[in-house]
């Protein structure tokens, strides 16, 4: 038997991809060989070309996304899974956090400012009008808005009043877009959840450019706060069926938010990560497809979230 092979597929990344594959390929033995995935076109009667896939691109390239659910119909093991990444959403996201017992901000999802391709006024006979004063009243002001779908902080607004609230709405065309409480923080995490089993906690400023976000020079934090980050980013993953991922957490008052955890291809550049985060997410994630490509499971349509939401 030949060895396992491990695609990984990516896209304008440089310094992660190539420094896992020879990560894997250092500490894989002969059993285990990756490479950077190629594909062309899709033939539905060949066999899948990996035994296992790492994919970084496929919420940008909806061809990949085909390929890569062709890939686990025909036995492959894809981390993440995108069947439930196609069906996932940051305000379901929020409801899946509370049944995990994890505080996040009040959120409202909102109906389209514009009416989505192929609808008119007559497709929404079911919907009523917003009462914007029970939004307001509910969430107080600051509110964030921001898409249910999507990341890398496109079309997020940060609203102080009620104008700027409708002026940025209006701005948001036919995207499903969530309001949500602005939580004033006094400091902020970044954590790397990988294999639903390994947390690496960083200190995070959102506030600065992207390449000095990391902070390396913050003063220790308190060990029962780093306790309770390290617990809920776990349960977090698990309950989603997330096996590469990002959470972030605000903390107010001693209690930390869970502000954004859909990132099932998080940034793991080493000009922004900076050195000593970027070996750890190379060493950990080799070794986390190198265990899974060893020992593959069956196949989840996502984590324990249908066993842990209360359901009357």
């Not at 294999?195 to 003063?219: E, F, K, N, W």
């Not at 605000?250 to 998080?266: C, E, Q, S, T, V």
Request: charged share 20%; with cysteine.
């Amino acid at each position: 038997m030949g060895a396992k092979r491990i695609g990984i597929l990516f896209g304008m990344e440089d310094t992660f991809p190539w420094a896992l594959i020879n990560a894997i390929n250092e500490s894989g033995g002969e059993d285990v060989r990756a490479s950077a995935l190629q594909v062309s076109y899709l033939k539905d009667a060949s066999p899948p070309a990996y035994d296992l896939i790492l994919d970084r691109i496929s919420h940008e390239v909806p061809f990949y996304r085909t390929m890569l659910k062709a890939a686990i119909g025909k036995g492959a093991q894809v981390i993440n899974n995108p069947f439930w990444c196609a069906a996932d959403d940051k305000y379901f996201n929020n409801i899946v956090a509370l049944g995990a017992g994890v505080t996040v901000p009040k959120t409202v999802v909102l109906p389209h400012k514009q009416h989505p391709p192929n609808t008119e006024a007559k497709s929404y006979r079911n919907l009523a009008f917003v009462d914007w004063d029970a939004v307001c009243e509910y969430l107080g002001f600051p509110i964030f808005l921001k898409p249910a779908y999507g990341g890398g902080w496109k079309d997020v607004y940060k609203c102080d009043n009620r104008d700027a609230l409708f002026a940025a709405y209006n701005q948001t065309r036919d995207l499903t877009m969530m309001a949500q409480e602005c939580i004033d923080f006094t400091d902020y995490y970044r954590c790397y959840v990988l294999g639903r089993s390994r947390v690496h906690i960083m200190r995070y400023d959102p506030g600065q450019p992207h390449h000095l976000r990391y902070v390396t020079d913050a003063p220790p934090a308190d060990p029962q706060l780093i306790e309770r980050i390290h617990k809920d980013a776990l349960a977090l993953c698990i309950a989603l069926g997330y096996d590469m991922n990002t959470v972030e957490f605000a903390i107010r008052d001693g209690i930390p938010y869970a502000i954004d955890f859909m990132n099932a291809a998080p940034d793991a550049d080493l000009h922004s990560v900076g050195q000593r985060n970027f070996e750890w997410v190379v060493s950990n994630m080799a070794a986390v497809l190198i265990d899974r490509v060893r020992a593959p499971r069956a196949f989840e349509p996502t984590g324990t979230w249908p066993h842990i939401l209360k359901r009357d």
